[in-house]
Nanobody, 123 residues
Framework: VQLVESGGGLVQAGGSLRLSCKAS????????IGWFRQVQGNQRTGVAA????????YYNDSVEDRFTISQDITMHTVDLQMDSLKPEDTGMYFC??????????????????WGQGTQVTVS
């Protein structure tokens, strides 16, 4: 499975960005797609995840009501719409693929494949 993120950039507080994670390969084996944020020197933390099979979404409390995760099955993409951005949303954003339980448990170790990341900076 290969994952490629896109859509990061610099935005002012209160603005919006839309990140996209393009998946290829044996994606059917890894139905959970998650988005994680990493601030330099810190561990990656979960932002949102989606169970592609059952279309169930999960959100970190800090982004609920501001971020929306969605999937496009035909395009094999999982997008993260980020609205009302705050400076504390700044970081490198990674998407990752894992088995179904990865979505329920939310542990980094449950995810098998990772993208290279895309930088989001909120000023």
């Amino acid at each position: 499975v290969q994952l490629v993120e896109s859509g990061g950039g610099l935005v002012q507080a209160g603005g919006s960005l839309r990140l996209s994670c393009k998946a290829s390969g044996a994606t059917y084996s890894y139905p959970c797609i998650g988005w994680f944020r990493q601030v330099q020197g810190n561990q990656r933390t979960g932002v949102a995840a989606i169970d592609a099979g059952n279309r169930v979404s999960y959100y970190n409390d800090s982004v609920e009501d501001r971020f929306t995760i969605s999937q496009d099955i035909t395009m094999h993409t999982v997008d993260l719409q980020m609205d009302s951005l705050k400076p504390e949303d700044t970081g490198m954003y990674f998407c990752a693929a894992g088995f179904l339980y990865a979505c329920r448990r939310g542990r980094l170790s449950d995810y098998t494949y990772w993208g290279q990341g895309t930088q989001v900076t909120v000023s």
